[in-house]
T-cell receptor, first 115, second 110 residues
Framework: EPEVTQTPSHQVTQMGQEVILRCVPI?????FYWYRQILGQKVEFLVS????????KSEIFDDQFSVERPDGSNFTLKIRSTKLEDSAMYFC?????????????FGEGSWLTVV | GQNIDQPTEMTATEGAIVQINCTYQ??????LFWYQQHAGEAPTFLSY????GLEEKGRFSSFLSRSKGYSYLLLKELQMKDSASYLC???????????FGQGTELSVKP
């Protein structure tokens, strides 16, 4: 069964450093998402991406965050200058379409620890 | 605003049936989804409802009433491996994002 893959699975970084999290969405999917989950809290929407541009973003997704689809398969989330509060699990997700009947599939996540 | 409520914790017995409720108030609605999440892992898709009524998938069923802003997930013949967090999520219009509730931590005991 096709799946969303993410790298790295774990990353520890120092505060102020840049981090890039990588994702390979399911190959025929057109909509891509990043979510995050701080330990013990709910899954929070960050950004959705379609046709090489951001279609929607949350208040969390400020100027420190950016997304890119550098080639036909990868989808990346960059955090320019990490803060302690960025420590969380980051999930990439994708769906074939945005309509009601289309399921969003999640990758296994990237644990980010900022020290 | 957007608000999705579900109980924080539930406990049930192996072999029994459990119902996890979810109420929602959202500015746009394009389906209600249920995911299962084990600690430290990704949410995995269980079921979704777009129209009112019951959807059945094996041991899992989900119900939706759009007029009441209410859904439930029904788990039958509970197994120990069903111990997990169950996430209720509403899909919005626009970019199709999911907005999640806090999750219901289900403990299945022998």
């Amino acid at each position: 069964e096709p799946e969303v893959t993410q790298t790295p699975s774990h990353q520890v970084t120092q505060m102020g450093q840049e981090v890039i999290l990588r994702c390979v969405p399911i190959s025929n999917h057109l909509y891509f998402y990043w979510y995050r989950q701080i330990l013990g809290q709910k899954v929070e929407f960050l950004v959705s991406f379609y046709n090489n541009e951001i279609s929607e973003k949350s208040e969390i997704f400020d100027d420190q965050f950016s997304v890119e689809r550098p080639d036909g398969s990868n989808f990346t989330l960059k955090i320019r200058s990490t803060k302690l509060e960025d420590s969380a699990m980051y999930f990439c997700a994708s769906s074939e379409d945005r309509g009601a009947g289309n399921t969003i599939y999640f990758g296994e996540g990237s644990w980010l620890t900022v020290v | 605003g957007q608000n999705i409520d579900q109980p924080t914790e539930m406990t049930a017995t192996e072999g029994a049936i459990v119902q996890i409720n979810c109420t929602y108030q959202t500015s746009g609605f394009n389906g209600l989804f249920w995911y299962q999440q084990h600690a430290g892992e990704a949410p995995t898709f269980l079921s979704y409802n777009v129209l009112d009524g019951l959807e059945e998938k094996g041991r899992f069923s989900s119900f939706l009433s759009r007029s009441k802003g209410y859904s439930y997930l029904l788990l039958k013949e509970l197994q120990m491996k069903d111990s997990a967090s169950y996430l209720c999520a509403v899909r919005g219009t626009g970019g199709g994002k999911l907005i999640f509730g806090q999750g219901t931590e289900l403990s299945v005991k022998p």
